[in-house]
């Protein structure tokens, strides 16, 4: 079973060193759970907790589509299917609507995109458009998984993150998951080591014991 031995001192310090990769907006390191999203340390690599994210998230049934640069989107792709997750790698990012349109209504067990982000990223009113979008008609769950340090990446997206993989200069990575996402994931990992909810459930006993309603200004 997964071990998480963080006291609350440890978890609101980690909080407070992810938060500007997360947003520009600042959060009380114990209160970032009124966001509607939920950080969760996973006290291993990044590619471990992208492993985890995807063996927690996808049924046996649910496809994932890939895009990105090559060498980052070879990487996951090659981490994909270790999870025995049937995978379609995209080449770039789906700025051009028709041709990822079409592999999604060709294919209607896509059910996850994951967006592979480098230092050479850069978001555009076309490519948000095009995210926007498709999460809409074709139901998807958006994964960002960094390779790179970034700046209040939820402002850029406009909120439309469910699932984000990022590592801090200290080499720690986490995921922030949407709340309504996560609980989602209970009971369906494929692995008792990549079982993310458990995980989540390990930290939330750090937490303290009165909780507060989400902020409207995050729905």
């Known amino acids: 079973m997964l071990q998480?031995?963080?006291?609350?001192?440890?978890?609101?310090s980690f909080c407070n060193q992810v938060m500007p990769s997360w947003s520009n907006r600042y959060y009380e390191p114990d209160r970032f759970y009124q966001s509607g999203y939920e950080l969760i340390r996973t006290n291993s690599n990044r590619n471990q907790a992208f492993l985890m994210v995807l063996s927690s998230i996808t049924s046996w049934d649910e496809e994932v589509i890939i895009c990105g640069k090559q060498k980052e989107r070879d990487e996951t792709e090659s981490l994909t299917k270790n999870l025995g997750i049937v995978c379609q790698a995209y080449f770039e990012y789906p700025d051009d609507l028709e041709p990822i349109n079409n592999i999604l209504k060709a294919r209607p067990g896509i059910s996850h995109m994951v967006l592979n982000i480098n230092s050479?990223?850069?978001?555009?009113?076309?490519?948000?458009?095009?995210?926007?979008?498709?999460?809409?008609?074709?139901?998807?769950?958006?994964?960002?998984?960094?390779h790179s340090a970034f700046s209040g990446i939820n402002d850029v997206f406009n909120g439309n993150i469910d699932f984000l993989i990022g590592e801090?200069?200290?080499?720690?990575?986490?995921?922030i998951a949407r709340r309504n996402r996560l609980v989602q994931t209970e009971g369906n990992s494929r692995s008792l080591q990549l079982d993310l909810y458990d995980l989540w459930q390990k930290q939330v006993t750090s937490r303290k014991a009165i909780i507060e309603p989400m902020d409207l200004c995050e729905i």
């Open 4 to 12: 998480s031995n963080i006291t609350l001192s440890e978890s609101n």
């Open 168 to 175: 801090t200069p200290d080499g720690d990575s986490y995921v």
């Open 120 to 146: 050479g990223f850069r978001v555009t009113d076309k490519f948000l458009s095009s995210i926007n979008w498709l999460k809409e008609v074709h139901r998807l769950n958006l994964i960002v998984n960094c």
